[in-house]
């Protein structure tokens, strides 16, 4: 029973002046999980939608979202987490997938993305 981290980067181009920026890390695949939104070093929230606040207040900022996902099913030793972050409405969607060496191994994505206009 291993643990293999992951970690990824992403851009995210601010769509919007003043809108409103909520995000979510949810994980598939019949795994479960759980995971912890941060934005620079302040705890937003875990385990459901967080409100990260507004383009303006997030320019230049760093998102960060840590999931972590045992693996469960004997079936499947894949994971995944999708990202969405919603701003004024409109959805982006990241989604990162890894296959786990071995039944029962846990899953660490570090997700770090860095918020820009």
Sequence with gaps: MAT???KK???YKLKTENGAITISAPSF???GGSYVIFKGQKLLGA??????????SCNGKIIKIIATIQDKLPQTNW?????TITEN???????Y??????HLD?????IKITMEK
């Design 9 to 11: 980067q992403e851009l």
């Design 89 to 95: 409405g409109t959805n982006t969607e990241y989604l």
């Design 4 to 6: 293999s981290y992951y």
């Design 47 to 56: 385990n459901e939608t967080v409100n990260v606040g507004t383009a303006d």
């Design 29 to 31: 695949n019949g795994q």
């Design 106 to 110: 846990t899953a660490c994505y570090i």
């Design 79 to 83: 994971t995944n987490v999708t990202v």
């Design 97 to 102: 997938e890894e296959e786990l060496p071995a």
